[in-house]
């Protein structure tokens, strides 16, 4: 496997961990939920990759023809950015973060299995080794820190039941395959359409688009109660959300791609994974926030991972 993209999936991690924050911040000054967020984040990441592939192509985008193609795009959308993501928050609202977050984030596991399934990638236990590694590194940085106090609403441990607690993990387990799956699709369809990073990536945000105000349509028509006017959403939470989705969905997206092109895709998975560990660092040196040993160790662990699954 080539250095730079080794390098380069840890600048996707970068934007991945930059863009939920910005993401976040938007949604702390609007109040307002997914139903907002995915259509004002499609906008950029349309616009952004339309202006990319015009110049990249010379005003030329080449049409995708092969059905194929259009389809593993559509799933890749569908299961990435929108299945998977509903499936989480219905997780969480079930059994709270602490249960919810450690098994759906275990899908790079699963990126494994699903890209030896589509792509025909090889197994190794070097690969999987990192990839345990990883994601227990992850689990130590996000639960080794000082017991943070429940979030208003989230249900505690005693109060959830034998039904919701079924019920949540299925849910959190539905949301990590419905990312490892949409995963390698990204490949499938590069190979499928001969298309590259940049064309990929262009014909990705219009899928979104389509999708995301598809959905606020529907939802408009029949249930108008969960939805915010996207007027009423300030101008600066606005400014966040496409900023975010410029770094996070649109750049983050090329480099992806790219990396995917010259790495399996369970590699790049578990690289760009990281993100929390890059959040975290971030945090620590930048806003002089302090890491526990626990934390500490689980830096080293994901370091440790990122290298096993890159040698």
Not at 243 to 249: M, R
Request: proline letters at 5%.
């Amino acid at each position: 496997m080539p250095l730079w993209g080794f390098l380069l999936s840890f600048v996707v991690a970068i934007m991945w961990a930059a863009s939920p924050i910005m993401v976040a911040r938007g949604m702390a000054l609007s109040k307002c939920t997914s139903n907002e967020i995915n259509p004002i984040r499609s906008i950029s990441f349309f616009v952004f990759t339309l202006a990319l592939a015009l110049i990249h192509t010379n005003g030329s985008i080449p049409i995708i023809l092969s059905p194929k193609a259009l389809l593993y795009i559509g799933g890749n959308v569908l299961l990435g950015y929108l299945v998977g993501d509903v499936l989480y928050f219905i997780a969480i609202k079930k059994i709270g973060i602490s249960l919810a977050v450690p098994v759906s984030n275990s899908y790079p596991m699963l990126v494994v299995l699903t890209s030896w399934l589509l792509l025909g990638e090889p197994i190794t236990v070097q690969i999987v080794t990192g990839i345990i590694v990883v994601i227990t590194g992850l689990l130590l940085l996000r639960f080794g820190g000082v017991k943070e106090k429940e979030n208003e609403g989230a249900p505690a441990p005693d109060e959830i039941g034998l039904s919701n607690l079924m019920k949540g993990f299925l849910f959190a387990i539905g949301a990590g395959l419905a990312w490892a799956i949409g995963a390698p699709l990204t490949k499938m369809a590069m190979e499928a359409s001969g298309l590259g990073p940049v064309e990929i990536s262009f014909y990705r945000a219009a899928a979104l688009l389509i999708m995301a105000w598809g959905y606020r349509l529907i939802l408009v028509k029949f249930r108008p109660a969960v939805l915010m006017p996207l007027k009423a959403v300030p101008l600066k939470a606005w400014g966040y959300m496409l900023a975010a989705a410029v770094i996070g969905l649109a750049m983050g997206s090329i480099l992806y791609t790219t990396c995917i092109r010259v790495m399996p895709v369970a590699v790049v998975t578990a690289i760009t994974s990281t993100s929390p560990f890059i959040a975290a660092l971030f945090g620590h040196f930048a806003l002089k926030e302090s890491l526990t040993r626990l934390q500490w160790a689980g830096v080293m662990l994901i370091i440790t991972g990122s290298v096993t699954v890159s040698i």
